[in-house]
T-cell receptor, first 116, second 112 residues
Framework: GAVVSQHPSRVICKSGTSVKIECRSLDFQATTMFWYRQFPKKSLMLMAT?????????EQGVEKDKFLINHASLTLSTLTVTSAHPEDSSFYICSAPSYHSYNEQFFGPGTRLTVL | QQQVKQSPQSLIVQKGGISIINCAYE??????FPWYQQFPGKGPALLIA?????SEKKEGRFTISFNKSAKQFSLHIMDSQPGDSATYFCAASDGGGFKTIFGAGTRLFVKA
């Protein structure tokens, strides 16, 4: 199956700093990628849809100025958590649909963000 | 409605038993219903998926049953093994935007 990678897998930062998380589709092109947030023992909450070459679409309640998304190429989307605060600590997961397998989403391994 | 409701929240099954997890949806535009397995600290991995034009799909020990009229679908894990202990999420998406909506998750523990 298709592979999606994320980098870094873990990051610890100080409050007030910005953190960038990368999501790459390794063996397929993805014009669309999705970013999810997952709190401990909770479900995945869709944050935004990342669109190559255009602005991301954010879900209701997600601050677009807080969570900056850039889909720079057909294989790379980045999520930048700006001015991070402890409440931003979470597990961030990206996914990309494979157009070879209709609707099927391939998920990255996730990034654990801890804001001190 | 975009919600996907999942039950139970947690499940304990003896080794060799059958694990059953249920989900219900409201949006009739959904046309793809995957189940994901997630281990702690890892991203979710696709386990099995079904489209609404079939009522059942089986892959190894995993079976999805789908009831279109009731807007319900369920995952059955036959001969459950300790290695199956994980969190399982049902999900639904529509073909238009590929946006996937997840259920709340079920933490399965299989006792040896």
């Amino acid at each position: 199956g298709a592979v999606v990678s994320q980098h870094p897998s873990r990051v610890i930062c100080k409050s007030g700093t910005s953190v960038k998380i990368e999501c790459r589709s390794l063996d397929f092109q993805a014009t669309t990628m999705f970013w999810y947030r997952q709190f401990p023992k909770k479900s995945l909450m869709l944050m935004a849809t990342s669109n190559e070459g255009s602005k991301a679409t954010y879900e209701q309640g997600v601050e677009k100025d807080k969570f900056l998304i850039n889909h720079a190429s057909l294989t790379l989307s980045t999520l930048t958590v700006t001015s991070a605060h402890p409440e931003d600590s979470s597990f961030y997961i990206c996914s990309a649909p494979s157009y070879h397998s209709y609707n099927e989403q391939f998920f990255g391994p996730g990034t654990r963000l801890t804001v001190l | 409605q975009q919600q996907v409701k999942q039950s139970p929240q947690s499940l304990i099954v003896q080794k060799g038993g059958i694990s059953i997890i249920n989900c219900a949806y409201e949006n009739t535009a959904f046309d793809y219903f995957p189940w994901y397995q997630q281990f702690p600290g890892k991203g979710p991995a696709l386990l099995i998926a079904i489209r609404p034009d079939v009522s059942e799909k089986k892959e190894g020990r995993f079976t999805i049953s789908f009831n279109k009229s009731a807007k319900q679908f369920s995952l059955h894990i036959m001969d459950s093994q300790p290695g199956d202990s994980a969190t399982y999420f049902c999900a639904a998406s529509d073909g238009g935007g590929f946006k996937t909506i997840f259920g709340a998750g079920t933490r399965l523990f299989v006792k040896a």
